[in-house]
């Protein structure tokens, strides 16, 4: 089963998976472990990565030398907060280049403003980043991205943190067939099955934050997601049957099986 190649690195991991939203370090290092996942969200804005000196870092937990580590803008409105948080975590972790770039609508939907993200991202790619994107399920927009020197584009499944899953399965087909970069589904996961459709339908991977860092049990549910991933790809390598209302071809062979009018036949032959 092939890798997952983002920017020209190889990962044998397609789950990434968000740091926020646990109860602690100690959990947030557990669940990451458990999950495989070799690349990691961090927000900026919400996380301390060495920008407070007097608190918790995470990197202390989960260290760079272990794990890829992405950035994002969670919580970022307009182009100026976008690219400038982005400039600080190249800053903190040493002209590091591979970034997630959101730049959100509203704060009640958080589904993404796309017109403002295409901006964030001419002015990061223009400056040396490598850029994956959050973005909105529309395969014009996800292939005008990958035009611009986008990495990777990350089209929602559902809004954030809503666990409502894939809904709209194909646009998602779309944007698959007609990317020369990878896909991978950012957003809207809330459980094994949502991770494993995702990578059904042909994704490279799946990000996923809430789905994990909220259930009732952060570590369990990461594990539950690494297989669901690992599944729903080798399903998509696999090549599922066609489907079918019904069908006349049954699974077992039935040559030689004796028909109820053969059976009375013989047995009337046989007194």
Not at 22 to 36: L, P
Not at 137 to 154: R, S, T
């Amino acid at each position: 089963m092939n890798n997952l190649v983002i920017a020209g690195k190889t990962y044998t991991s397609r789950l990434l998976i968000g740091t926020g939203k646990y109860k602690d370090f100690n959990e947030t290092q557990m669940a990451v472990k458990t999950s495989g996942a070799e690349i990691i969200t961090i927000a900026i804005r919400r996380t301390n990565i060495g920008q407070n000196a007097n608190e918790p870092n995470l990197l202390d937990v989960l260290p760079p030398s272990k794990y890829t580590l992405l950035p994002n803008t969670a919580g970022c409105y307009t182009v100026d907060d976008a690219v400038r948080t982005l400039r600080l975590a190249r800053e903190l972790l040493n002209g590091h280049s591979l970034v997630k770039l959101e730049v959100l609508g509203d704060p009640k939907t958080l589904y993404p403003n796309v017109m403002e993200t295409i901006k964030a991202a001419k002015i990061l790619i223009k400056e040396g980043f490598q850029v994956m994107v959050y973005t909105s399920d529309d395969p014009i927009v996800a292939k005008q991205l990958e035009e611009l020197g986008c990495v990777a584009v990350m089209p929602l499944a559902s809004l954030i943190g809503s666990g409502m899953g894939i809904l709209n399965p194909w646009n998602l087909q779309i944007i698959i067939e007609n990317a020369n970069i990878p896909v991978l589904v950012d957003a809207g996961v809330g459980t094994a099955s949502d991770a494993t459709i995702a990578m059904e339908l042909g994704c490279d991977g799946v990000l996923m934050n809430t789905a994990i860092a909220t259930s009732s049990n952060p570590v369990l549910m990461a594990s539950a997601m690494r297989k669901a991933v690992e599944s729903g790809r080798e399903a998509y390598l696999a090549g599922r049957m066609a489907k079918k209302l019904y069908s006349a071809n049954p699974s077992s062979p039935v040559n030689g099986v004796i028909t109820s009018t053969e059976a009375l036949t013989k047995k009337s032959a046989n007194s």
